[in-house]
């Protein structure tokens, strides 16, 4: 083995075999909490989407079940809380519901994420009664 394959030492050659596991011990840790760092992201992102698309169902079935076009039996309004609200030309229900992920290690972390949306009902027949009231008021008036 000639000398410039390899790096000297006064008391002789470098031990390869060490270096590599000291950059082993430096490296593999890194690597283990940046894949530990995306998996915690990825259950964080799928806990969102899947609050978001059960309140979403959620209003779709009670919308439906107002509005006596689509019926739902199949619900259970255990985790969304669902209201409806009366206005002049429509109806709306608004739902709510929370999802919260605990965050296990050194420090026990709560996070907790609140959700909210609403979805119109109307009544087409009593819009078209308000639209013909108005322009009826609006030609009088002219």
């Given at each position: 083995m000639k000398k410039d394959e390899c790096a000297v030492h006064e008391k002789g050659r470098w031990n390869k075999r060490g270096a590599a596991m000291v950059e082993a011990a430096i490296v593999y840790p890194i690597v283990i909490i940046a894949m530990m760092t995306v998996l915690y992201l990825l259950m964080a992102l799928y806990?969102?989407?899947?609050?978001t698309a059960e309140l979403h169902t959620a209003l779709r079935q009670k919308a439906?079940?107002?509005?006596?076009?689509?019926?739902?039996?199949?619900?259970?309004?255990?985790?969304?809380?669902?209201?409806?609200?009366?206005?002049?030309?429509?109806?709306?229900?608004?739902?709510?519901?929370?999802?919260?992920?605990?965050?296990?290690?050194?420090?026990?972390?709560s996070l907790q994420?609140?959700?909210?949306?609403?979805?119109?009902?109307?009544?087409?027949?009593?819009?078209?009664?308000?639209?013909?009231?108005?322009?009826?008021?609006i030609s009088e008036a002219v």
């Open positions: 806990s969102t989407a899947a609050s439906g079940n107002e509005s006596e076009t689509v019926l739902a039996e199949n619900f259970s309004e255990q985790t969304v809380s669902l209201h409806r609200e009366g206005g002049i030309l429509y109806d709306t229900v608004q739902g709510e519901c929370s999802d919260t992920a605990w965050a296990e290690g050194l420090f026990r972390i994420r609140n959700y909210r949306d609403k979805i119109l009902l109307m009544d087409e027949e009593k819009y078209i009664r308000c639209l013909d009231a108005t322009a009826k008021i």
